[in-house]
């Protein structure tokens, strides 16, 4: 059973740093291959991929909103995947979710929400001007 707790969340004003955390079980990653991945929603807006990563090859993805401003890393050994955000905006206020799903292959082609099976509840996230 894979079970993904996020934490982290919280107030910052613009321009400032946030670092989020997803505690991870029941993920083998010695053994299979798993995309994670961040995901945000604002209120009354979609559910949108932030950043993802592939724990087998750790090629990682990123938003075009977010590029160069967040990092997604995972540290196999703590079983924890992170999302560094920097240089935070208003527009990046959302609740965050962090996400995993089971996969064949060294990337992770399909980042849309539906493919992703596991889900943590969520941190929130706010950036003030």
């Known amino acids: 059973q894979v079970q993904l707790v996020e934490s982290g969340g919280g107030s910052v004003q613009a321009g400032g740093s946030l670092r989020l955390s997803c505690v991870t079980s029941?993920?083998?990653?010695?053994?299979?291959?798993?995309?994670m991945g961040w995901f945000r929603q604002a209120p009354g807006k979609e559910r949108e991929g932030v950043a993802h990563v592939n724990t087998a090859s750790s090629n990682t993805y990123y938003a075009d909103s977010v590029k160069g401003r967040f990092t997604v890393s995972r540290d196999n050994a703590e079983s924890t995947l992170y999302l560094q955000m920097d240089s935070l905006k208003p527009e990046d206020t959302a609740m965050y979710y962090c996400?995993?799903?089971?996969?064949?292959?060294?990337?992770?082609?399909?980042?849309?929400?539906?493919?992703?099976?596991?889900w943590g509840q969520g941190t929130q996230v706010t950036v003030s001007s």
């Open positions: 029941g993920i083998i990653s010695n053994r299979f291959k798993y995309c």
């Open positions: 996400a995993a799903r089971q996969t064949a292959y060294t990337y992770c082609g399909d980042r849309s929400q539906n493919v992703y099976k596991y």
